[in-house]
Nanobody
């Protein structure tokens, strides 16, 4: 299984970006999907998670600015980020817990996509 993230870039404060992450491989189902970020010099932190039932969880710093969604038919998770702030600058990683055709459940990470918020 491989995860491919896209959608990062540079925006001004107050701008928006939409991140996408697609999983490929021998996938039966995907339980949890999520986005994490790592700011230089800090530990990786959870941004948002969405479980198979559709419930969502957000980091406290999101405060209504981001929305996570999933398209199970496409094995894809999205993160719509609005009203971006300079402190959102980080490398964003997608994460999925995948039930594979071989019968195992494994945790996978995408390669990371840079988000830079600057005027």
């Amino acid at each position: 299984v491989q995860l491919q993230a896209s959608g990062g870039g540079s925006v001004q404060p107050g701008g928006s970006l939409r991140l996408s992450c697609v999983a490929s491989g021998s996938i039966v189902s995907i339980n949890n999907m999520g986005w994490y970020r790592q700011i230089p010099g800090k530990q990786r932190e959870s941004v948002a998670r969405i479980i198979s039932g559709g419930s969502t969880y957000y980091g406290d710093f999101v405060k209504g600015r981001f929305t996570i969604s999933r398209a199970d038919a496409k094995n894809t998770v999205y993160l719509q980020m609005n009203n971006l702030k300079s402190e959102d600058t980080a490398v964003y990683y997608c994460n999925m817990i995948v039930r594979e055709a071989r019968g195992t459940i494994n945790n996978y990470w995408g390669q990371g996509t840079q988000v830079t918020v600057s005027s």
